[in-house]
């Protein structure tokens, strides 16, 4: 039955993990996860520096050709073997925060390589004739082994010895998983065939530069936040109390009246549009339903005018009358939609309830002896909520701030990183709600279902990345820290969580995540301390 209200407030999730476990004993709102007790989704927000293990942002140098020493450092994490040459590597800029390295390898690097080859072969060919690991002329053992797979492996053995010093001068700015050889393998085997020689290509995609508009413009937010009516902590423990009272009673028919406030009524509704051409009156199924349990004091969560339409209507009658569905009904296709509802009273109930008075205190919240002792710890209980859910609804709008503040050309590597962890996140979520097949499993987990998810998420994507990374700039720019006591406790809290639940964990990934997730705090209470902020209740 979609007669009913929702909230249309936007929620912010950066860097959704869905593998991480829960962060309950946190004590900033953002970083509880158990979403029952949240109106809003909860955030993670990682650091830049952590999530591409940059050390050290740096600008691209000038030189657009250099030379990779034989013993330069290590820059993609493989170990690296000493060189017989150097190679050249030249830097070229492309477009989205990418950069082609042009390698070539010399001759003697290329000749290192097929000896190392042959060697490996050597000692585990079996060639007729031959004790294992003896030395087999080159001549035979090329025959045995065959020229296209020596020449094969040669190439690749070059490709993992030289990639290593090519990526020099990426070194603190690439982005994890991002390298791509575009030049073909097949190309690559027909150089060296002819030229004892290799040349190929590399794309990497490097980290993002961001700009502030206006600049250091974060430090002096002005920012309105609207907060819901139904979290007021006031007006939410008194719902409250009206629930526990209203489980006590018991429903009784009513034989006598027509439907008033208090009542519950069981009714069958249909709804169409309204035309003046009975040719293009269609039904509106969303609308529709039958066995309605309606509560009227639930009557604010319905569509507008619906409770006082039908009131007065009693057992077995039926009333007719029209609607319009408002321009902020969360159904879009009805939002301005004029509507013919027809409702039938099945039944009608009334409830009969104890008088509310201390005697009832246990039962409404065991452990209380007293209706005000019940009152005060519901009050308390919901302003607790109250709080969290101002600060939540605080930082999503500054962060839905900081993101327009930036401007950063995003790499496609990040961008699919990012968007392939909401989907996963997203798949997780339905496997939660429904219990989905192999088949179902299959289709959703699609190349094609992936794509189409990217692509219509796009903005929202790009958004969160913008907010990742402007984040990660005011923690390192505010100089911004916490303790190595937090950050112990939330690992080993994390980390006793992934036992608990028999879950298969890296604990230096548990610990970047924590880092990412206490960083992501320091920045938004920062934010907070530092802004002018307005809030508006709706």
């Known amino acids: 039955m ?65 030379t990779a020493s034989a013993s330069s450092s290590v820059a993609t994490g493989n170990e690296k073997d000493q060189l017989p040459a150097d190679i050249e590597v030249k830097e070229t800029q492309e477009p989205n925060c990418s950069v082609r390295l042009s390698v070539q390898v010399p001759p003697a690097v ?38 296209k797979n020596v020449q094969k492996a040669t190439v690749e053995s070059i490709l993992k010895r030289t990639l290593p010093h090519a990526m020099s001068s990426v070194t603190g700015r690439a982005l994890r998983d991002s390298v791509r050889i575009v030049t073909k393998f097949s190309e690559m085997e027909q150089t060296y065939s002819s030229l004892n020689s290799l040349r190929y290509d590399v794309i990497v995609d490097v980290a993002p530069q961001i700009k502030w508009i206006p600049e250091n413009g974060y430090k002096n937010l002005k920012i309105v936040v609207e907060i819901d009516s139904d979290i007021d902590a006031r007006r939410a ?77 009693k057992g077995g009658e039926t009333k007719s009358f ?30 009969d309830l104890p008088e509310l008075d201390d005697s009832l205190a246990d039962r409404l919240l065991p452990g209380c002896t007293t209706l005000n002792q019940v009152k005060e710890s519901l009050f308390q209980r919901c302003l607790e909520v109250e709080q969290t859910a101002r600060e939540q609804a605080t930082d999503n709008v500054i962060l839905d701030q900081l993101q327009k503040m930036v401007e950063a050309d995003i790499p496609q590597s990040l961008f699919e990183e990012q968007g392939r962890q909401f989907y996963g996140a997203k798949l997780l979520q339905i496997q939660a709600n429904m219990k989905l097949n192999d088949q179902q499993l299959a289709s959703l987990s699609s190349p094609k279902a992936v794509n189409e998810y990217l692509e219509n998420q ?63 705090a320091k920045v938004l209470e920062w934010l907070r301390e530092h802004a002018d902020i307005q809030y508006i209740t709706r």
Not at 23 to 28: A, G, K, P, T
Not at 268 to 282: C, G, H, M
Not at 289 to 312: A, M, R, Y
């Open 110 to 147: 290329c000749d290192d390589c097929y000896s190392r080859v042959l060697n490996e072969f050597m000692k585990q060919a079996k060639v007729p004739g031959f004790r294992p690991g003896k030395e087999v002329p080159e001549s035979i053992l090329i025959g045995y082994v065959g020229k």
């Open 458 to 520: 796009k903005d929202n994507i790009l958004n969160v990345i913008k907010q990742n990374l402007a984040v990660g700039d005011i923690y390192k720019r505010e100089n911004l820290q916490f303790s190595t006591d937090e950050l112990v406790k939330e690992v080993e809290n994390s980390i006793a969580e992934f036992k608990r639940q028999k879950q298969e964990y890296d604990e230096e990934r548990v610990r970047e995540q924590v880092q990412e997730i206490l960083e992501g």
């Open 2 to 66: 979609e007669l009913c209200l929702c909230s249309t407030t936007t929620t912010r999730v950066l860097n959704l993990n869905p593998s991480r476990p829960s962060h309950n004993s946190l004590r900033n709102p953002l970083l509880h996860f158990n979403h029952t007790h949240r109106p809003f989704t909860c955030l993670k927000l990682p650091s830049p520096s952590r999530q591409f293990h940059l050390l050290q942002l740096q600008s691209p140098p000038n030189p657009s050709r250099f």
């Open 237 to 313: 423990s008194e719902q409250q109390l009206r629930r526990r009272h209203k489980s006590l009673g018991s429903m009784r028919i009513v034989t006598d009246r027509g439907l008033q406030i208090g009542d519950v009524a069981v009714l069958d509704i249909s709804a169409t549009t309204v035309d003046q051409d009975e040719l293009n009156v269609q039904k509106i199924p969303s609308a529709e339903s039958k066995g309605f349990h309606f509560d009227t004091e639930d009557g604010d969560k319905v569509l507008p005018g619906f409770l006082d339409s039908i009131i007065g209507i």
């Open 322 to 351: 029209q609607l319009v569905f408002p321009e902020s009904w969360k159904q879009e296709d009805l939002r301005g939609v004029h509507a013919q509802f027809t409702v039938e009273c099945k039944e009608l109930f009334y409830r």
